[in-house]
């Protein structure tokens, strides 16, 4: 009897079930389709094919994705259902499903973003209380979810919602239910070398939403957490993730100081031409890395931004970031990480507006650092040294310091190379003044302080002196491109003229002391071009609060005014008085020739300390604290940019 079975053709290729069902829910159907509960059961029991699912939604216009809208909700719903059950393995299957479909839904282009978002995701009538439930859900799984593994992935849900839904309205759901608790408890249950990176960034950008538009609640949680050990954990993690992304800087150009190597060793007696010639990297190299470095910082930097907020807020968070000790004897500690990356980013700011905002946000979180006393003090104390990793990949290169040195000294290192490998002619200054700021506050504290400490003063001076010339030099452009360069050009004459009238209580000798006037002298016929090109006669009073702009002023000191002398005439006056005393030494037959050297014009100076007469000043050490609404355009920017790279983070390479 022959048998009732017919043999089928093998088929060319397997399709998985889960990929059958996506097909059957996306097939374009006239009427709207209701499926069974037999159909959403199997669809989250089976293992998602993420791969599968993110082509079918790509493949898909934002008119295509409203046509089928009903589908998306019923999606959607089911969805949220599987993750309030918290049965396995649905909820898990829930949330790598929605993973995926947030984030292909929410990056497309939409004519009514907002609307068109809440169309697909849930409907109008049920926008409220469908968001209301996942909020919840999200929160109790990333609170007591049965595994880290499933907790972290309710927390990058969280991210793929607030990422693509930023300009909505729907990211308030998480504001309204505050997921603060539960990430931190999330960070305490966790151990302590599981990354805290996804917590971490998610806190910072929804610290961000709307900030200053109203009160955001999780920036009232960031300035009440007093959790230490919490605490730690993130600081910890946080010099993790800048030692990672700094790699990504030195993967396309190596820069690690030399040790005591054979070539070195030839160099140093003159006998360099018998070393072992190095490899010259070729044109195309140097374009390839070019290339590379343009694409940096990667998109893991948007956690820089929580980084600046929990600074802002926390005072707890500052001190440990500042004096937190690494995990092992072979990691570097997170203050050097932080300004390792800090180093590397702005090395390389100018390569695009995205990296020039992040070594923004860096220099906003090193300022409220700075201007804490006490952490400044740290920062500033010989004897807390650090050891800190810095950008030498293109020349002028820093020079090679010891390792004992106190971290101001490493800041010091970051911001001159920033000068340095930032100047063009269509300047950014914003850049600048946040570097020169820094400076000058350091300065500001070492003076009243009367803290020393080595450090290659010479090299400050020139790199302050160098763009003061830079800046005459291309005056006109810069005046036509930057009406506000009075806000750059302010902060830096005052550190000059700090440096000229209170050196002597920060610089370790008299050598120091005597380099500095010696520079100022090579930049004496600048200083009145300086002067006379950015228009510095204008003067400035004093008011009785004590808030000094520079330039020339009068101090009400009961009787009558004191007039004290703007930083410019400061300088005019001291190289003045050295010029002065080079031309009489010359007329005295002391000195012969027009070229005088060195040792020359040092021993002259050495001499013109007797008789030189300092004018008063005032306010040359006074700045004004971080306001954050006075930055307010830079910070909402850098969160798009973080925003943008978090979403990046979510699709993978």
């Known amino acids: ?46 293992r998602p094919d993420k791969p599968s699912l993110q082509r079918r939604f790509e493949s898909l216009t934002p008119d295509d994705l409203l046509h089928f809208q009903s589908e998306t909700q019923q999606l959607f719903a089911r969805a949220v259902g599987q993750i309030k059950a918290a049965s396995a393995p649905g909820d898990e299957n829930a949330l790598d499903t929605l993973t995926v479909v947030l984030g292909v839904i929410l990056a497309k282009r939409y004519t009514n973003p907002s609307a068109d978002i809440i169309a697909l995701l849930a409907g109008l009538d049920e926008v409220d209380a469908i968001f209301t439930d996942f909020a919840n859900a999200i929160d109790n799984i990333i609170r007591v979810g049965r595994s880290v593994h499933l907790r972290q992935k309710a927390i990058q849900v969280a991210l793929s919602l607030t990422s693509g839904a930023y300009q909505t309205s729907l990211v308030s759901y998480f504001t309204h239910r505050d997921l603060f608790p539960a990430l931190m408890k999330y960070i305490q249950d966790t151990e302590v070398q599981q990354p805290v990176f996804e917590p971490f960034l998610l806190l910072g950008l929804l610290v961000n939403y709307n900030k200053f538009e109203f009160r955001n609640p999780y920036r009232l949680r960031l300035e009440d957490f007093v959790n230490e050990t919490t605490i730690q954990k993130m600081v910890r993690g ?61 998109s893991d930097a948007a956690i820089l931004l929580g980084t600046y907020d929990f600074t802002n807020a926390n005072k707890l968070f500052c001190f440990s970031l500042v004096t937190c000790s690494p995990e092992s004897q072979t990691e570097e500690t997170p203050l050097a990480a932080f ?69 101001a000294a490493s800041i010091f290192d970051i911001l001159i190379d920033a000068i340095n490998h930032n100047l063009r002619r269509r300047l950014d200054v914003s850049l600048y003044v946040a570097c020169i700021r820094l400076i000058h506050r350091l300065l500001a504290y070492l003076v009243f302080t009367r803290t020393r400490f080595q450090y290659h003063w010479s090299l400050l001076w020139q790199t302050l002196l160098s763009l003061l010339r830079f800046l005459t030099t291309y005056a006109q452009d810069l005046l036509s491109l930057h009406p506000d360069i009075r806000s750059l050009l302010d902060p830096l004459l005052s550190c000059l003229a700090l440096a000229v009238s209170a050196g002597d209580g920060f610089l370790p000798d008299l050598a120091a002391y005597d380099d500095f006037f010696y520079k100022l002298v090579e930049a004496g016929h600048y200083l009145p071009r300086f002067k006379q090109t950015f228009n510095l006669d204008t003067p400035a009073t004093t008011s009785s ?11 009400s000191t009961g009787g009558a005014p004191i007039t004290t002398t703007s930083p410019i005439d400061l300088l005019i006056q001291v190289s003045t008085h050295y010029h002065d005393l080079l031309e009489t030494e010359r007329s005295k037959g002391r000195i012969h020739g027009s070229n005088l050297s060195p040792r020359e014009v040092g021993k002259v100076i050495r001499q013109g300390h007797d008789t030189l007469s300092l004018p008063p000043t005032d306010g040359l050490e006074r700045w004004d604290r971080w306001r954050e609404g006075d930055e307010k355009s830079m910070l909402k920017r850098v969160a798009r940019v973080a925003v943008a790279d978090t979403a990046r983070l979510l699709r993978g390479p």
């Open 1 to 46: 009897m022959a048998s009732p079975l017919t043999r089928q053709a093998r088929p060319s290729s397997f399709q998985p079930k889960v990929s059958h069902l996506y097909d059957e829910l996306f097939k374009y159907e006239d009427d709207e389709v209701i499926h069974s509960e037999g159909f959403w059961l199997e669809l989250f029991l089976l």
């Open 238 to 298: 946080l010099g993790r993730i800048c030692s990672q992304s700094r790699s990504h800087y030195v993967s396309p150009q190596e820069d690690v100081n030399e040790g005591w190597t054979l070539t070195n060793a030839l160099a140093y007696i003159g006998l360099g031409i018998l070393a072992p010639r190095r490899t010259v990297p070729t044109a195309a190299g140097h374009e390839d890395a070019k290339e590379k470095f343009a694409a940096l910082p990667e």
């Open 339 to 407: 300004l390792s990356f800090t180093s590397y980013i702005l090395h390389h700011a100018h390569r695009s507006s995205r990296a020039t905002l992040y070594a923004l946000l860096n220099l906003s979180t090193l300022r409220l650092t700075i201007e804490d006393p006490v952490l400044c003090k740290h920062l500033c104390n010989p004897d807390s040294p650090l050891t800190v990793r810095l950008c030498r990949q293109k020349p002028p290169f820093l020079p090679s310091a010891p390792n004992s040195r106190p971290a």
């Open 545 to 555: 609060a004590g808030n000094v702009n520079p330039g020339s002023s009068s101090i």
